[in-house]
């Protein structure tokens, strides 16, 4: 795409469009000194800036005087882009109605589901896949519009993601799932919907680590009480380590309770030999070094 320099011209329709100045952008363009489509060094047109800032009828104005809907900054992303993650349905489905692909992707292979997921915007989702958005699409690292709803905390999108087909278990390259990722942020609502999916407990991103190690390391003790109701593994994980062992490094005397509640086993030795309480003394969390040994001597003494 060659970009040629911007004239005075240039730039006054792209502050019109920007700022929404409907009467502006009308003269400029009519004075036929513009190309309707103009564009910056980034490849942005007036119509993406109107579309970005939710401007209908500077949309409206744009496309009846011939702009294109199709065209592209040299990031790949479109005016629908803007559009859906600005959360303007209006323009959203008027830039639709006008031929815009709904599933033309950036060059991460972002597209305009996947930023209105990514933004909660239940109404611009809903219109899009109307339209034909596909809900398994997915970025070039393979995270879905479902993993990224779920790792936004974004309970109602990915319920609606889920009812349309949205894989549960579909993994980011390093192998992370929606339910691993919603976990790692700490989103007990996300994690026990994922769950009741079919989501399997126990997916393990390519390290070893899985949803409840996760859970456990960062303290989530309201995702590790969802985790638990589905009998993940409490023993040693690919990566050499349990889940107790994670909440000991992190120090998180809730989760420890919960996971020993649960049957974890407080002697277990991960791949370098420590035991959790050994974890825990060496990151200076005594409370919970002293119950994890507590925990251990008593269950030597029942044996």
């Known amino acids: 795409m060659s970009l040629k320099k911007e004239s005075l011209s240039d730039v006054q329709l792209h502050l019109a469009a920007l700022n929404g100045d409907l009467t502006l952008l009308r003269r400029i363009l009519d004075s036929g000194k513009v190309h309707v489509d103009s564009r910056d060094k980034e490849g942005t047109t007036p119509l993406i800036l109107a579309a970005a800032n939710g401007h209908f009828d500077c949309v409206r104005e744009l496309i009846d005087q011939g702009a294109d809907p199709t065209t592209k900054r040299i990031t790949g992303t479109t005016p629908l882009f803007f559009a859906a993650q ?43 896949v109307k339209r034909g958005a596909k809900v398994n699409s997915h970025m070039k ?41 919603g976990a790692q942020m700490g989103h007990d609502h996300i994690v026990a919907q994922l ?30 009480g969802e985790l638990l109701k589905y009998r993940p593994s409490l023993g040693i994980l690919p990566n050499g380590e349990s889940v107790l062992h994670a909440a000991a490094f992190s120090g998180s005397l809730p989760v420890c309770k919960q996971l020993i509640a649960a049957g974890a086993n407080p002697s277990l ?27 251990a001597n008593r269950g030597q003494t029942k044996q």
Request: charged share 20%.
């Open 195 to 224: 769950l009741r999916a079919g989501s399997f407990v126990d997916a393990a991103r390519h390290d070893g680590a899985t949803p409840l190690f996760k859970a456990s390391h960062k303290g989530h003790s309201a995702v590790v």
């Open 141 to 181: 690292d393979k995270a879905t519009p479902l993993f990224i709803a779920a790792q936004n905390g974004h309970f109602k999108v990915l319920v609606y993601l889920l009812a349309q087909g949205a894989e549960t278990d579909s993994r980011r390259t390093d192998g992370a799932t929606p339910l691993w990722i």
């Open 269 to 295: 030795q991960n791949q370098e030999g420590y035991t959790p309480a050994e974890i825990a003394q060496k990151h200076r969390h005594n409370i919970v070094h002293d119950y994890l040994k507590n925990c």
């Open 86 to 128: 600005g959360g303007f349905l209006d323009v959203v489905q008027f830039l639709l109605d006008n031929g815009a692909p709904v599933d033309s992707l950036s060059v991460d292979g972002g597209s305009p589901l996947f930023v209105a997921c990514q933004c909660g915007h239940m109404d611009v989702v809903k219109e899009l």
